[in-house]
């Protein structure tokens, strides 16, 4: 039974950090993309970052917008883990965070070619 395992959130101020991760069980995350999305009640589903790493090569993350240069997406893939590092964090990063897996980054803020999905770990930020 394929798992996603994520943990990490919590409340925060404006400013602090927070790192969330995410395990994959039951599929070697290698091959893979690996995503972060997030959502809160008045609002459709976002995409945070996604990273695909291939068999050779480098990782290639990707991100939206309102996170470049503060959110950092990384994976481990010996232990088929994804990590998000959000630093500088605002209250408009308040939400409850996903973790999503698929075998393609292709239009990845969507969601739509995401097979796995955790169960969520909420951030809140304070102002």
């Known amino acids: 039974q394929v798992q996603l395992v994520e943990s990490g959130g919590g409340s925060v101020q404006a400013g602090g950090s927070l790192k969330l991760s995410c395990t994959l069980v039951?599929?070697?995350?290698?091959?893979?993309?690996m995503g972060w999305f997030r959502r809160n009640p008045d609002q459709q589903r976002e995409g945070v970052a996604a990273?695909?790493?291939?068999?050779?090569?480098?990782?290639?993350?990707n991100y939206a917008d309102s996170v470049k240069g503060r959110f950092t997406i990384s994976q481990d893939t010996a232990k088929d883990t994804v990590y998000l590092q959000m630093n500088s964090l605002k209250p408009e990063d308040t939400a409850m965070y996903y973790c999503?897996?698929?075998?393609?980054?292709?239009?990845?803020?969507?969601?739509?070619?995401?097979?796995?999905w955790g169960q969520g770990t909420q951030v809140t930020v304070s102002s």
């Open positions: 039951g599929l070697n995350a290698r091959g893979r993309c």
């Open positions: 999503a897996a698929g075998d393609t980054c292709s239009a990845w803020s969507t969601g739509d070619l995401f097979r796995y």
């Open positions: 990273i695909f790493h291939a068999y050779t090569g480098d990782a290639k993350p």
